[in-house]
């Protein structure tokens, strides 16, 4: 059953088309004589020619190559792979939405405006934020958009030798490279012993060069940050600004609200916590919400309403500008709406709800089994360290390609960093509990298989359409694309 | 009601799993925030509405918008109408594509690895280069990554922009470079073109990139002989910011010497949506490839020498290397990329060439009647290549305004972002436009006083 698939460039045949254009209407002229022929390309043009059926066929094929949520049980953690509700997708491809022009005047694009401004008030109830902007296009967009904001605030009131942004090791993995790109140094600050952030460190490493800290809450240990209200305190007596990476943000709708843990800026994931799908890597959609006084610092334009009208507020001397062509992810944010208008304030409670007894739940089933070494209620995630496996010959990534044989996706493996041999698992709020119960039965298959033979699981898997792929050669010898004459 | 049914959990489950788990209630799971952060309210959010229910209301609102199937376009300005082949909402609406994460578990996700394979290919075709991302967010942060491409190839802090490329772009890599401490500069603009001239005068040997876009946001055709040349010996970077779409037609940026191209691959069959999703398109000689931000699929083979697709060169990406990664860039815009891919297939070389030359002869005959109107001037000379700015004779606001009661999206007004031309619009004229619809157009603005 293992076959490797055709490239849709060996699929090619010259003559071939997938699409057949009507004939130019307007009387033509040379090419020559609109265009420099000096400017015209020279060099020949090699993409594929296939017929429609060719293509559809190709990659359907590839399709039934790939496992998404629709295929089964998704519990990669920190990226909260809920069910993909079916009417955002089709209330996102309305023309209404999917056929506008970002330009249009706006007395063409009150629809979209009212539902820019319907999601906005609804972002900002969910996350007591006072303002957001919906430019940024996915979350790690989001967290450099808030840094920017931050940075545009100290900027503002002269205060320049902020350059640090304090980071825990339980963080979003994004987090240190976004610091870079906001051209801060990342200062790393520790967890205790129980996988919380240092309290103490944390205080030591606050000073008056801290732009802000970052933190996950509740963290990828899926722990939510006790101390929080003295953090905050510590961060703003020192001048500091909190940010929070809303990665996480499905563990506690409807109990806990950023902005009232003394956040000052935040992101939200909404093709997480909001359903919309991921896409094979986006697209993606992360909103940043402020406090008051970040609000003048926020990119332009922000969406107005006075009286029955909607309109662009382009007018913040201070905005940090731009970080998107136009307005973001903007079809991502309908199918975001969507799902808030059919959950509603108690819908979205109860799927942090679910999400959060789903973890816990699936985490009491598993420590029968597996090493939890942060062995207290945790919130939407939870991680196992598979250090006492690997040392029997398969650990965290052999254990993820035995789930790929059992037809589920495995967990995050190898994050976060202070677990070694980490599998962060999150269930989510869509899973059932025979669901749950499945994944726990094949993790104890697993386990044994480790006991029992070590050596067959760390070389799996074996079901899968291909074999454990060879990431090293991939890396020595790079081939980043088809070339003809390879063949 | 609402979307509980999202939610398979019935009370019975949840019993027996608090049970299992230890807990008496639910409330002893959220023990751990401290009382004075809980929320002590329910939130205050519109009711839940039942699906039939919240189609009527996205139904209403996307009713009150226009839109191409309702208008006739004539914006662009990076965003344009071009026909849409059906087979790629197909493609892109299988859920084992749009419901999957980005594939960190390659053996289950050779589909999603394989296509992107296959788009990085098509880019490359298309450009020139050696090798592309799997995708950026969009035109503008492909335009500011490059830009800080070159600073890192070249361990340089400056920039030159030219002013013709889109204002778009240009906020967000001001943005982008001001944050980072990165400095740049403007190359001003001589009759609609970059003003080569003053690009070598700025040109010293402290500038990592020169980004320059073609065609140019005013849809012409910028002089590109010589210019690689002339940055190269200054050991500076060449950033091209391309039309996709135009590439059948001139000279591939890696003809005239480009090191990086990045650019907007919307009119790649993507819907307009509003300005987003959009595609951010980024590729580079082989040499630049570990400056390269985000996802790239390679080539490689499991035990068996079966060949497959892997995520690869990971050292360069913000999971591995932290704060030293190229990019914070984590999720792109891969359903997109994949779409851009399908509709690459089915054009082939000869469909794109035809789309191409469609944008170009209708862009001419619209050009030459609208400026053979009384008060309607073309502002630049040169080639468009499927738009161009004309002056017209009052205020862009209330022409578009009358434009719409015969349901026709006018041009985009250039003053906000070239105070120096008034009354100056930008029209656009792609391959779906007729000659009716064009000549409509035509007539509509002869008869506006």
């Given at each position: 059953m293992r076959k490797s698939k055709a490239l849709i460039f060996e699929m090619s045949r010259s003559g071939r088309r997938g699409y057949s254009l009507p004939s130019c209407d307007v009387p033509e002229k040379l090419v020559d004589e609109l265009l420099p022929r000096k400017m015209q390309r020279s060099e020949p043009l090699e993409l594929p020619e296939l017929s429609e059926v060719d293509i559809i066929r190709h990659f359907t094929e590839l399709s039934t190559r790939n496992f998404g949520v629709d295929t089964g049980f998704y519990p990669l953690g920190s990226c909260t792979m809920k069910y993909n509700p079916k009417v955002n997708e089709d209330a996102a491809v309305l023309p209404g939405f999917a056929l506008m022009h970002p330009c249009q005047p706006l007395e063409t694009v009150q629809g979209a405006l009212e539902l820019l401004y319907n999601m906005e008030r609804g972002l900002k109830e969910l996350t007591a934020m006072d303002r957001f902007t919906m430019q940024p296009a996915a979350g790690a967009h989001g967290e450099l958009t808030g840094l920017m904001i931050i940075q545009a605030y100290h900027r503002h009131r002269g205060d320049h030798k902020r350059n640090k942004v304090l980071i825990p090791l339980s963080a979003h993995g994004t987090n240190p490279a976004t610091v870079s790109m906001a051209g801060y140094e990342v200062v790393q600050v520790p967890c205790d012993d129980r996988g919380l952030v240092d309290l103490e460190a944390l205080k030591e490493a606050?000073?008056?060069?801290?732009?802000?800290?970052?933190?996950?809450?509740?963290?990828?240990?899926?722990?939510?940050?006790?101390?929080?209200?003295?953090?905050?305190?510590?961060?703003?007596?020192?001048?500091?600004?909190?940010?929070?990476?809303?990665?996480?943000?499905?563990?506690?709708?409807?109990?806990?609200?950023?902005?009232?843990?003394?956040?000052?800026?935040?992101?939200?994931?909404?093709?997480?916590?909001?359903?919309?799908?991921?896409?094979?890597?986006?697209?993606?959609?992360g909103p940043v919400g402020v406090k008051e006084r970040l609000i003048p610092f926020l990119p332009v334009p922000l969406v107005d309403k006075k009286g029955d009208e909607y309109s662009f507020d382009y007018d913040l001397p201070n905005s940090i500008g731009k970080v998107h062509s136009f307005y973001g992810n903007f079809g991502v944010a309908v199918k975001a709406y969507t799902y808030m208008r059919m959950m509603g304030a108690e819908g979205l409670k109860q799927a942090s709800t679910d999400a959060v007894i789903?973890?816990?739940?699936?985490?009491?089933?598993?420590?029968?089994?597996?090493?939890?070494?942060?062995?207290?209620?945790?919130?939407?995630?939870?991680?196992?360290?598979?250090?006492?496996?690997?040392?029997?010959?398969?650990?965290?990534?052999?254990?993820?390609?035995?789930?790929?044989?059992?037809?589920?996706?495995?967990?995050?493996?190898?994050?976060?960093?202070?677990?070694?041999?980490?599998?962060?698992?999150?269930?989510?709020?869509?899973?059932?509990?025979?669901?749950?119960?499945?994944?726990?039965?094949?993790?104890?298959?697993?386990?044994?298989?480790?006991?029992?033979?070590?050596?067959?699981?760390?070389?799996?898997?074996?079901?899968?359409?291909?074999?454990?792929?060879?990431?090293v050669r991939a890396a020595r010898s790079p081939v980043l694309r088809w070339e003809k004459d390879k063949d | 009601m609402g979307g509980k049914h999202y939610l398979p959990l019935t009370d019975q489950d949840r019993k027996e799993m608090l049970a299992t788990i230890g807990v008496k209630s639910v409330e002893d799971l959220f023990s751990d925030i401290p009382q004075q952060v809980r929320l002590q309210r329910e939130m205050d959010l519109p009711p839940a509405l039942a699906e039939s229910e919240v189609l009527k209301h996205l139904n209403s609102l996307a009713a009150k918008n226009k839109h191409f199937n309702n208008c006739v376009s004539f914006m662009g300005a990076g965003v344009y109408d071009h026909f849409i082949p059906s087979l790629i909402k197909h493609i892109t609406g299988r859920s084992e594509f749009y419901t999957c994460y980005t594939p960190y578990q390659p053996e289950i996700s050779q589909g999603i690895l394989q296509a992107i394979f296959e788009y990085q290919t098509m880019i490359c075709q298309l450009t020139g280069m050696d090798v592309a991302n799997a995708s950026m967010y969009d035109g503008g942060t492909a335009v500011a990554e490059g830009a800080i491409m070159g600073c890192g190839a070249t361990?340089?802090?400056?920039?030159?922009?030219?002013?013709?490329?889109?204002?778009?772009?240009?906020?967000?890599?001001?943005?982008y470079f001001n944050s980072r401490g990165l400095d740049l500069e403007e190359i001003p603009l001589k009759d609609g073109h970059t003003d080569l001239d003053e690009l070598e005068k700025k040109l010293g040997d402290d500038v990592a990139s020169v980004i320059l876009q073609q065609p140019n946001f005013f849809g012409l055709i910028e002089e590109m002989d010589g210019v690689a040349d002339l940055v190269h010996n200054h050991k500076a970077v060449?950033?091209?910011?391309?039309?996709?779409?135009?590439?059948?037609?001139?000279?591939?940026?890696?003809?005239?010497?480009?090191?990086?191209?990045?650019?907007e691959g919307q009119a790649l069959g993507v819907p307009a949506s509003f300005g987003g999703p959009l595609l951010g398109i980024m590729a580079a000689r082989s040499k630049f490839v570990r400056q390269l931000p985000g996802r790239i699929a390679g080539e490689t083979v499991d035990s068996e020498?079966?060949?497959?697709?892997?995520?690869?060169?990971?050292?360069?990406?913000?999971?591995?290397?932290?704060?030293?990664?190229?990019?914070?860039?984590?999720?792109?815009?891969?359903?997109?990329?994949?779409g851009a891919s399908v509709y690459l297939a089915a054009m082939g070389p000869q469909g794109m060439r035809e789309v191409a030359e469609q944008c170009l002869q209708k862009a001419a005959y619209a050009r030459e009647s609208i400026t053979a109107l009384e008060g309607y001037e073309s502002v630049f000379p040169g080639a468009p290549f499927k738009e161009f700015?004309?002056?017209?004779?009052?205020?862009?606001?209330?022409?578009?305004?009358?434009?719409?009661?015969?349901?026709?999206l006018g041009g985009v007004d250039l003053n906000p972002f070239y105070p120096e031309l008034k009354n100056t619009m930008l029209f656009a004229v792609t391959e779906k436009r007729t000659r009716e619809e064009i000549d409509t157009l035509v007539r509509e603005l002869e008869g506006w006083k």
């Open positions: 606050v000073d008056d060069t801290t732009a802000a800290l970052m933190l996950t809450n509740p963290s990828t240990l899926g722990l939510f940050e006790e101390e929080i209200i003295p953090m905050a305190k510590a961060v703003h007596e020192a001048g500091g600004l909190l940010y929070y990476d809303g990665a996480n943000l499905n563990a506690i709708m409807g109990y806990a609200r950023p902005g009232d843990m003394g956040f000052d800026v935040v992101h939200l994931n909404i093709h997480k916590t909001l359903s919309t799908p991921h896409g094979g890597g986006g697209p993606g959609g789903n973890a816990n739940y699936l985490m009491s089933l598993l420590k029968k089994i597996y090493h939890v070494p942060y062995d207290r209620i945790c919130k939407h995630e939870f991680v196992v360290s598979a250090k006492p496996e690997k040392k029997k010959g398969a650990g965290a990534g052999d254990i993820a390609k035995a789930l790929l044989d059992r037809n589920f996706h495995p967990p995050t493996v190898y994050f976060p960093l202070i677990v070694e041999e980490a599998l962060m698992i999150e269930p989510t709020d869509t899973e059932a509990k025979e669901t749950i119960d499945a994944f726990a039965t094949v993790m104890e298959q697993i386990s044994k298989d480790i006991d029992e033979d070590a050596e067959k699981v760390a070389h799996g898997p074996y079901n899968t359409v291909v074999g454990r792929l060879d990431e | 361990r340089r802090s400056k920039a030159l922009v030219s002013s013709s490329v889109s204002p778009f772009y240009r906020q967000v890599l001001k943005n060449l950033v091209v910011s391309a039309d996709p779409l135009s590439l059948p037609l001139l000279s591939a940026p890696a003809g005239y010497g480009a090191d990086i191209v990045v650019g020498e079966n060949r497959g697709y892997v995520l690869t060169l990971q050292t360069r990406e913000q999971h591995i290397r932290r704060e030293k990664a190229a990019s914070n860039i984590c999720s792109n815009q891969a359903l997109v990329a994949l700015a004309v002056t017209v004779p009052g205020n862009p606001a209330e022409l578009n305004k009358k434009l719409l009661e015969k349901n026709v």
